[in-house]
């Protein structure tokens, strides 16, 4: 497992009974934004990160280590889950959730995807109408609100892409800061079968530096981009960009192996600071004028809930009762093919050409959602090798070793969509299994509902079109299930935004309704999902959050 090194930047030290103006739990994509911020606008800020902190030269493309070590991510071991379809279900064990266990966070190992939310995101229900069995609505804000934001992110944070390149792209007031990446055989590919189709590929707007930036270097091609932190700095995480010049302002401090497990409050209902575990598991107390909680759509909830006393007996800013519901993953509907010649997809980085044709579905179809399109091929060689991509593949002997050969010639058409929220896909705590801290550990609830199978069955089916018309060989497509089998990174929805306090947990600027000097910033303020690539908007709300925060602050309302 990677060690942290004693040369990583270091900002001030705070005492734990210093009750500074802010601390945040998380480091990911909305902490290292939200840490960011109100550094450089002076104000003091800790940040409470359960992982260790690591920098570039502790990052490896040990598969092994990485990817089955959980090097960069949540272990079961240390942090199980549990999981089952509905209430009345037995709750066993399961990796439903993944998610960044390390300054940084899921921006250390996300495939960095950036795709801005559109229009429709945010006033679906008002456009289309209610689905049963959901809590289908409209977000409080608007992409003309959002989108000065997404310009912010594409800037500070450093995105490559083309504006103007896709027919279907939201409106925008200023190009990305640089040109995209090359492109790749697999965005070749697409590019081909998309004109078959008539459909429209266009560069991929990607969180990677296409040239230096900002002292960054530019990317290097390895490959090693889904699932492994990069050692050049390239990769645009929160760790190469916001940790850095937050920790460089002299007001913020970084505290890794910090592991919150409660958010205490006065008398008044108003927090007081934030109760964890430190590298030693002792029990210490951060004071706070101001709490903000970024932990991610799993954890913010379940530390919420844990955070139960009398004066919130079902947890923490929950009077609403929405703490934990409406959980969303995004979907997927996927095929794979084989080609006649090399691709070499796993070389370089994952994605280079999109298609957004699908994004919003012609209402003819019957289908609720969208989504869009990519090509990659980002399984590394060893992980191909040690899981089969062909349901009927062999795994020993001779016919193993050609389905091996097969690795470079093997291409992903990777459908990302919609997910509806259900009330009744939930986080909450586990009333038996407990993490090595002592704690509840996580219960998940889910059930796809109807309408979100019949869309990924139709991306499914359009994923194997796709290959067909790029020119595959042989293809195939994985069972669609109600229930995941796989462990998900989009976790969203699970303390949604709103304006009615009976029905949502935080405001339009991320406040919670019941504790004023209460922030949640991360993926489970979303109120819709999007169309499968959540964290350029996750970032977009952690900088106008921050914002607030910042006026709030100012106000002496915090």
Not at 25 to 33: E, L, R, Y
Not at 140 to 161: C, M, N, Q
Not at 521 to 533: A, H, I, W
Request: glycine fraction near 10%.
């Amino acid at each position: 497992m990677p060690t942290e090194r004693a040369s990583r930047p270091r900002g001030p030290r705070y005492a734990d009974a210093d009750a500074v103006d802010f601390v945040v739990v998380g480091s990911g994509a909305a902490g290292g934004v939200v840490a960011r911020e109100l550094s450089r606008a002076g104000l003091r800020v800790v940040v409470l990160e359960q992982g260790p902190y690591l920098t570039e030269a502790d990052f490896t493309h040990d598969e092994l280590t990485v990817m089955q070590g959980n090097a960069l991510t949540n272990d079961v071991a240390r942090s199980p889950q549990t999981g089952r379809r509905t209430a009345a279900d037995t709750a066993t064990p399961r990796k439903l959730l993944v998610y960044g266990r390390a300054v940084g966070g899921g921006t250390l190992h996300f495939t960095a995807n950036f795709w801005r939310f559109h229009e429709i995101d945010f006033v679906e229900r008002s456009q289309k109408g209610p689905i049963a069995g959901t809590s289908f609505d409209d977000w409080p804000i608007r992409y003309a609100d959002l989108e000065p934001y997404y310009t912010k992110v594409e800037w500070e944070v450093g995105v490559s892409g083309q504006a103007g390149a896709s027919p279907f792209d939201p409106p925008r007031s200023r190009p990305y800061p640089m040109p995209p990446l090359p492109n790749q055989s697999p965005g070749v590919l697409l590019e081909r079968a998309a004109r078959k189709v008539g459909w429209h590929a266009f560069p991929a707007p990607l969180a990677i530096a296409s040239v230096p930036y900002r002292g960054r270097s530019a990317c290097q091609h390895c490959g090693f981009c889904e699932f492994f932190g990069c050692e050049f700095g390239a990769k645009s995480s929160t760790l190469a960009t916001m940790i850095r010049e937050a920790e460089r302002t002299g007001t913020c401090e970084i505290r890794p192996n910090s592991y919150a497990h409660r958010v205490e409050h006065d008398a008044r209902g108003r927090v007081t600071g934030v109760v964890y575990f430190d590298r030693e598991k002792r029990e210490r107390v951060q004071r706070a004028k101001a709490v903000v909680l970024c932990a991610n759509g799993g954890e913010t909830p379940r530390l919420l809930l844990m955070s139960a006393s009398t004066l919130f007996p079902h947890g923490l800013a929950n009077s609403s009762g929405m703490v934990g519901r409406n959980l969303m993953f995004n979907g997927a509907g996927i095929g794979v093919g084989v080609f006649e010649h090399p691709v070499n997809g796993y070389r370089g980085v994952a994605v280079t050409r999109v298609v957004h044709d699908t994004y919003e579905l012609d209402p003819k179809l019957g289908l609720h959602g969208g989504g869009g399109f990519d090509f990659r091929f980002d399984t590394p060689p060893v992980m191909y090798a040690l899981g089969s991509l062909d349901p009927e593949a062999p795994t020993w002997g001779a016919d193993f070793k050609r389905r091996l050969r097969e690795f470079p010639r093997t291409v992903y058409a990777f459908g990302h969509t919609t997910s509806l929220p259900v009330p009744t896909n939930d986080i909450t705590l586990d009333p038996t299994a407990k993490d090595a801290w002592g704690q509840p550990a996580i219960r998940v609830t889910f059930r796809e509902h109807a309408e979100d199978l019949k869309l990924y069955h139709w991306f499914r089916d359009r994923a194997v079109d796709l290959l067909d018309a790029a020119g595959a060989q042989r293809r195939w497509s994985f069972p669609i299930a109600d229930f995941p089998d796989y462990a998900n990174p989009h976790l969203l929805g699970t303390c949604r935004m709103g304006n009615d306090p009976g029905h949502s947990v935080v405001n339009a600027w991320h406040r919670a309704h019941d504790v004023p000097n209460l922030f949640i910033v991360d993926g489970s303020s979303f109120v819709t999902s999007g169309r499968g690539q959540p964290t350029m908007t996750i970032m977009a709300l952690a900088f106008r959050a921050a914002d607030g925060m910042i006026r709030a602050a100012r106000r002496n309302e915090i």
